[in-house]
Every structure is written in structure tokens, then in C-alpha cells.
């Protein structure tokens, strides 16, 4: 992306540079990515929270609701003493907040180049942009949540510290990381092809019970586990579950190895997708 | 300075189309304004386009050596949902504005005029006030080149007063590269020409020879379709058809009489469009006599 972004302007030779107020003289390409940056972060975050109604209000209830949901439905099927070592509710919170931070990768994604179109009339701009800014704002603002729900559990008495505060933020760093390279995949492949889009947001709600979300996976049978443990969704959450409550018992063949082989895979293929299909991004 | 090189564009749907533009190879120097024209469709804003490095070139390569804004118009730019402020202070961080956004967003807010709207989203702006915000936020930043798509069409009269006098307050600092079917604001403000018709682009030292040119072939195609129109048509009538006759000979005696004329020094491809208009119009004449023995 870099190569383009000085299409600003090339180093001139007959460059009238007189009376510039606005500093328009030749900025280096990291220069101008970086005030992109900043730029549609500025503007994503005041339309996050502040262009709808309550938006503040919703990014708080809407987990809170879920969560609650699914405590009720939880606890009506069976018992909440399934889990070995681990408090069922907070179990089930890092799980969702979790699986959520990977899901707004994939499911916002696709609409990220589309909601930006307008500003592709700046050639400073680049679909890749887009699609960053809004993950890592969407990153940004699902652990400021997640921190407010831990400070409640807290103050309600619960015992939701972690126990090994390192595992438990590289895990959560790992599956934003995760979130981010399914994002450029399916940014690209959903913009150049809507029938992704459908497919994928068809996807999510499986993948919230595959990936052992609201159901711990320990108790399934070993062939059928074989299976769900190719979804990489799994790993992360029983790192990062595992990094909360110290005895707790991860899904047989966890590995961050696998996890991290799927994320920086995803991670190039989605940069690679936006190399070669900026162009056609930008005409759609 | 802008040099384009050998550029081609075709834009892909799901099978290949036609190209759009091809093999453009001009020069356009730093310092003079350069009107486009053409009929609809014939690649104006798709050429404003790859100069403004929104798309690029299937093939090819354009090299700016100025500063040149974004296409000026009523397509894009703006984000609907957000307030023409918070639009303009996005495009003043875009292009590095960063500690004088203040200064710019004044600078838009006085020359826009739009008042109170200024802090509404931009999807409750007529037309006008739009292409006003667009045109302010331009002007706010110095670029060597501007870019107009018909920036100015929808404005009203004082508006567009307004735009010629900013840019001819611009005339030494910075140019204008135009689209525009006003001929009045082309001749205006602009000193050379480009005419683009079938993918391919001519470049006419004088903004008149274009728009002339251009005007040459759009009659002829005028009249070509009319004729056309006659001989698939079975309620044609005689007179209709002499009437017809009358006016393409007019438009041949016109053309050939403008060859004529034309002085011994202009250069041989500049003839040569002339030449052709020539030929196109005897073609249609010739056309039009058959129609009219026909008949009888």
C-alpha cells in the first residue's frame, strides 16, 4: 500500500511550494498512512458512539443482554456444575467476549470497504485503511467493555482476576489478531463476491456453539472432537479461558501453535488479497 | 505538470468491456487551465479520475508532478451521516492538515456559505450545497492543479460567480483541469483544450478549436441519426426528406467552407479532424439525396 500512498505527491522539481499553508509539501508515504489513520479513526469513533441513538448505551447492554440470555437458557437445560475449575458465568463471559472479538472480525468485514466508498475519492485513502481502523477501534472499544464487566464482576464479589494476567491478555490480543485477519479475507473476498457476506454471517451462529462458547467441548466424544478442534475460534478461547482460572482443564489438544499458524495465515492471505485486488475494491 | 503515458482504462464487470480510454498520451504543463469535452460516456471523468489517482490505468502510467487535488463534483467525498464539519475536518487530517484544521474548516465555513446546515449530515443537502462544501474544501487547501467534474453546474448564479472569480484569483499559483458542457465557463477559464470522442483524446492548443470540434461532430452525429431515423421509418414523406436534404447541405457547405479557411499553418492532425467532420457530413448528404430519390 505504501507505493501508492505517496501518490501524494512525488518529490517535484517545479513544485511551487510558495505559500502552503496547509503543510502540502511532499510527506513521505508512512506520513501519509499514518494521518489516514488517524483521520478515520477520529471519524469512525465519533460515528461509532456518538451518530446513533444510545450507541454508547447499546455497546454496553448488548453483551450484557446475551450474556444474560444465555445464562437463562444455560442454567434452565442443565446445572452450571459442568466445568472443572472454573466458575461457570465468568467461564462463560471470557468465552463470549472472546468469541465476539473474532465474529466482528468476520462478520463487520465486508462492510467496512463499502462504508468507506465515499472516501476513496481521496487517493490517500486505501480500502486496506478502512478495514484496519475499524477493527482495531472495534477491538479497542470490545475490551474497554470487557474491563467494565470484569470491574462489575468484581465489585459484586466475584472472583474474576485473572490468574495469569500475562495468558490472559495475549490471549485475548491473539484472537483481536485472529478477528483482524478473517476481517481483510473477508473484506475483500465479501466486497468482490456478496454471496460471501451471506455465507459468513450464515456461519456465525453455529460457530458461537462449535467453538464451545455456552457448552464446554470437554465432554464430547474423542471423533467428533478430532473435528471442531480444526477451528482455530477453539484454541484461543481455552488459552485465554485457561489464563483466567488457573486449574482449569483445557479442551484436549489445545495448541497456540495451530491457533497462531491459522492467524498469521489469514493475516497474509488478507494482505495479499488487498495488494492485489486494491483496484477493483476501489472501482466496485 | 502531468505526463500520461500511453494510458488505457477499461473496467472489468463480469466479462471485459470495452476500453474506455485509449492509448492517451498528452502532456498537460504546469500553468495552464485545460477544458475536457465530449459527449456523454466518452471517457471525461474516468480520464479526471486516473489524473486524480482514484483508479489507475489497465495500462500505462500517469506521473504527477504537482500537487493535485480530488475530482471537484457531486460524486463522492463526503460522508452522508456525518455533519459537513466533521466531513471537512476528515479531509483536512487526509491530507495532513493536522494543527491549522481549525483555520481550515473556517476557511470552508466562510466561502461555503450554507450557514446553519454546516452542522447537519451531509444526506440532508440539496445538490448545491454540496457541490458548495466540495468546492470550499478544495479551495481551502493550495493545490497546483484543481479537478472539476461540473463542479460548479448546480450551483446558482452567485454561487458560480463566486467559483469563477476564486479560481481566476488562483490564475499564476495554481490551474484548472475541467469538465464542464458549459461552454461559457470553458472559455471562461480555460486556455487549452482536450476533446475526447471514441476512447481517444486531441489536444487543441485553444480551448475554442476544441469546443468547436466538438461541436462540428455532435451535429454531424445529429444529423446522422436523423437520417437514420428517416430511412427506417415508413411514414417518412417526401417533404420531410428535402427539408432534411436542405439542412445536411447547409451543415456540409458550412464545414467545407470552415476547411477552407482554416489557416495554411495549423498542424496537419488539427486538419485532419477537420477533414474527417468534412467527409462525415458529405457521407450524411449523400444519404440524404438517396432518401429523396427514393421517394420520389
Known amino acids: 500500500m505504501a507505493s501508492d500512498m505517496n501518490g501524494d505527491m512525488t518529490p517535484p522539481s517545479n513544485h511551487s511550494s510558495g505559500n502552503n499553508k496547509s503543510g502540502h509539501k511532499a510527506r513521505s508515504a508512512w506520513a501519509v498512512t499514518r494521518s489516514v489513520w488517524f483521520a478515520m479513526f477520529m471519524r469512525e469513533a465519533i460515528g461509532r458512539t456518538m451518530t446513533d441513538r444510545m450507541g454508547w448505551f447499546w455497546m454496553i447492554a448488548e453483551p450484557s443482554l446475551m450474556l444474560l440470555v444465555m445464562i437463562g437458557i444455560r442454567s434452565f437445560i442443565r446445572g452450571d456444575k459442568l466445568i472443572v475449575n472454573a466458575p461457570f458465568i465468568p467461564w462463560m463471559l471470557v468465552g463470549m467476549m472472546g468469541f465476539f472479538l473474532v465474529r466482528e472480525g468476520l462478520t463487520q468485514g465486508s462492510g467496512a470497504i463499502n462504508a468507506n466508498r465515499a472516501l476513496f475519492a481521496y487517493r490517500q485513502v486505501q480500502p486496506v485503511d478502512g478495514v484496519l481502523i475499524r477493527n482495531f477501534l472495534d477491538g479497542l472499544l470490545r475490551t474497554l467493555i470487557f474491563l467494565l464487566f470484569m470491574l462489575g464482576a468484581l465489585m459484586l464479589g466475584t472472583d474474576f482476576r485473572p490468574d495469569s494476567g500475562f495468558q490472559a491478555i495475549s490471549g485475548w490480543l491473539s484472537l483481536w489478531a485472529l478477528g483482524l485477519g478473517f476481517s481483510l479475507v473477508v473484506s475483500v473476498a465479501g466486497t468482490l463476491v456478496p454471496e460471501v457476506t451471506k455465507v459468513v454471517r450464515m456461519l456465525s451462529m453455529p460457530l458461537l456453539i462449535l467453538s464451545g462458547v455456552i457448552m464446554p467441548l470437554n465432554h464430547l466424544p474423542h471423533y467428533l472432537l478430532e473435528y471442531l478442534m480444526l477451528n482455530p475460534i477453539v484454541h484461543g478461547l481455552e488459552y485465554t479461558r485457561h489464563g483466567f482460572f488457573e486449574g482449569y482443564k483445557v479442551v484436549h489438544g489445545t495448541s497456540m501453535l495451530y491457533f497462531w499458524s491459522w492467524t498469521l495465515g489469514m493475516l497474509a492471505l488478507g494482505l495479499l488479497m488487498h495488494v492485489r485486488f486494491k483496484e477493483r475494491l476501489k472501482a466496485q | ?296
Not at chain 2, 460516456?41 to 487535488?69: F, N, W, Y
Not at chain 2, 464539519?85 to 456559505?113: D, L, P, S, T
Not at chain 2, 436534404?245 to 495549423?266: G, N, R, T, V, Y
Open chain 2, 1 to 296: 505538470m502531468i505526463e500520461i503515458k500511453h494510458v488505457y482504462k477499461r473496467y472489468y464487470t463480469h466479462r471485459a468491456t470495452d476500453w474506455v480510454l485509449q492509448d492517451i498520451d498528452l502532456t498537460i504543463p504546469s500553468g495552464v487551465s485545460v477544458g475536457l469535452v465530449g459527449g456523454n460516456g466518452a471517457g471525461k471523468s474516468t480520464l479526471l479520475r486516473l489524473i486524480a489517482g482514484m483508479d489507475s490505468p489497465t495500462r500505462g502510467e500517469i506521473k504527477r508532478h504537482s500537487s493535485v487535488s480530488w475530482p471537484i463534483g457531486l460524486a463522492g467525498g463526503f460522508q452522508g451521516s456525518m455533519t459537513g464539519r466533521q466531513n471537512v475536518k476528515f479531509v483536512a487530517r487526509v491530507h495532513g492538515g493536522h494543527g491549522n484544521e481549525a483555520e481550515i474548516i473556517r476557511r470552508v465555513e466562510a466561502f461555503a456559505e450554507i450557514g446553519p446546515a454546516f452542522d447537519q449530515p451531509i444526506k440532508t443537502y440539496s445538490s448545491g450545497m454540496r457541490s458548495r462544501l466540495n468546492f470550499g474544501l478544495s479551495l481551502a487547501f493550495d493545490f497546483d492543479i484543481y479537478l472539476s467534474d461540473e463542479a460548479t453546474s448546480v450551483g446558482d448564479r452567485a454561487f458560480k460567480a463566486k467559483a469563477s472569480k476564486a479560481f481566476k484569483d488562483k490564475v499564476g499559483k495554481a490551474s484548472l483541469i475541467m469538465v464542464s458542457h458549459g461552454v461559457g465557463v470553458l472559455r471562461e477559464l480555460c486556455q487549452a483544450g482536450i476533446y475526447l470522442r471514441d476512447g481517444r483524446a486531441h489536444w487543441y492548443d485553444d480551448i475554442n478549436d476544441a469546443i468547436d470540434a466538438y461541436h462540428n461532430d455532435s451535429d454531424a452525429h445529429v444529423l446522422e441519426r436523423k437520417l437514420h431515423q428517416l430511412t427506417n421509418s415508413k411514414m417518412t414523406s417526401l417533404m420531410q426528406a428535402q427539408v432534411f436534404h436542405q439542412e445536411a447541405k447547409a451543415h456540409f457547405d458550412s464545414l467545407q467552407i470552415a476547411l477552407e479557411q482554416l489557416p495554411q499553418d495549423i498542424q496537419p492532425r488539427e486538419r485532419q479532424a477537420s477533414v474527417q467532420a468534412v467527409n462525415e457530413a458529405r457521407e450524411t448528404l449523400h444519404g440524404a439525396r438517396r432518401l429523396v430519390q427514393k421517394l420520389k
